[in-house]
């Protein structure tokens, strides 16, 4: 069995470390017992052009070029049938994505409709693999797309604002695409929110009274269509990564929006955005207090879902004025803070 490891990275820039491997491996079907001095001496070869990682958004798609070729010194032999077999490595963990065998191609479930080998009908030897509508789970690595609401409360942006709310804290109008690999994530929000094609979409992984959309009962992403851009929604903001550290730490006496903001820089640091905490929730950071963050609103990250932190649901939780989750605190009221500063991407518990 020969292997060849390959880098892959879903972002944008290197600095990150490496996170999955996609391992390309062959068995040749050689006879079981030991071959003779007029057999073939047959030696394969395996060819990944790509030296280094293949960086490609969340929610698209890449080719990994694999080749192999098989060199005898003889052709009197039987031809040689190979076995290709990808899979993905992340964090000790092997995931099968597919075999092939001859003719036959068997690709696991998890990832049927979103793996092929592209060339293999036609050229054998050419064993690319083609993994389509990237999800977080393809990396180990997040990079996230969330759920924004306005200051004022529910379904208050216009398309316009959305892209402007979204910028304010740091990330970017998401993709459909990007929505629809979150919600493959397990992402759910019921509340109608604008994509960068102007059109409005929510995820719905249990469906329910109030969340039931236009799919009749089923999960998946409901889709209002293309919008008239002066409707008013929420929006789904999409952020890959940050170069800093999101740090909270706890406040003996809890603060105003304006000395949480003091406080910040006191430590060389700013409030951190509504997009920071987000991603440092996915790189894991969790704590059960909620403060302040630079739009005025209080938020705090559960990564260990517990009853009284939020619930059963992990997440980035938030706490409003209004029991029907409408408008953020008043800036007179006092609770913790989450600070961010530049640099290398850290998270402190």
């Excluded at 903001?261 to 996915?282: E, F, I, K, P």
Aim: with cysteine; net charge negative; proline share 6%.
């Amino acid at each position: 069995m020969v292997g060849t490891t390959l880098d892959i990275r879903f972002i944008r820039h290197v600095q990150i470390l490496p996170l999955i491997c996609a391992v390309c491996h062959l068995t040749l079907a050689f006879p079981t017992q030991t071959p003779s001095a007029s057999d073939d001496v047959r030696q394969l070869q395996v060819n990944i052009p790509h030296a280094g990682p293949i960086l490609t958004p969340l929610g698209s798609s890449i080719s990994i070029p694999c080749l192999v070729s098989l060199s005898c010194t003889s052709s009197l032999s039987p031809s040689v049938v190979h076995r290709v077999k990808w899979t993905m490595v992340s964090g000790g963990v092997e995931t099968e994505i597919l075999v092939a065998r001859g003719s036959r191609v068997k690709i696991n479930e998890a990832y049927r409709e979103r793996a092929a080998l592209l060339n293999y009908t036609s050229s054998p030897e050419d064993v690319s693999l083609w993994l389509g509508d990237l999800r977080h789970t393809d990396s180990g690595h997040y990079r996230v797309v969330f759920h924004y609401r306005d200051a004022w409360g529910r379904y208050s942006l216009s398309f316009q604002q959305a892209k402007r709310a979204c910028e304010g804290i740091g990330a970017q109008v998401a993709t459909p695409d990007q929505l629809l690999a979150a919600y493959f994530d397990g992402y759910e929000q019921c509340d109608a929110g604008w994509l960068v094609d102007q059109s409005v979409r929510y995820p719905i992984q249990v469906p329910r009274e109030g969340c039931y959309g236009d799919m009749d009962g089923q999960p998946g992403v409901r889709n209002y269509g293309t919008m008239d851009p002066n409707n008013l929604f929420d929006v789904y903001c999409y952020i890959e990564q940050i170069h800093g550290k999101v740090f909270y730490d706890p406040i003996p006496q809890q603060l105003s929006f304006d000395e949480a903001q003091s406080y910040c820089r006191a430590a060389g640091a700013q409030l951190a955005t509504t997009a920071q905490l987000y991603l440092a929730w996915s790189e894991g950071l969790d704590r059960c207090s909620p403060g302040w963050l630079s739009d005025g609103s209080v938020r705090y990250p559960i990564v260990t879902p517990r009853e009284r932190c939020g619930g059963p649901q992990a997440g980035v939780k938030t706490l409003y004025r209004f029991s029907n989750q409408t408008g953020f605190p008043e800036p007179s009221s006092l609770h913790d803070a989450y600070c961010f500063k530049g640099g290398c991407l850290q998270m402190y518990y």
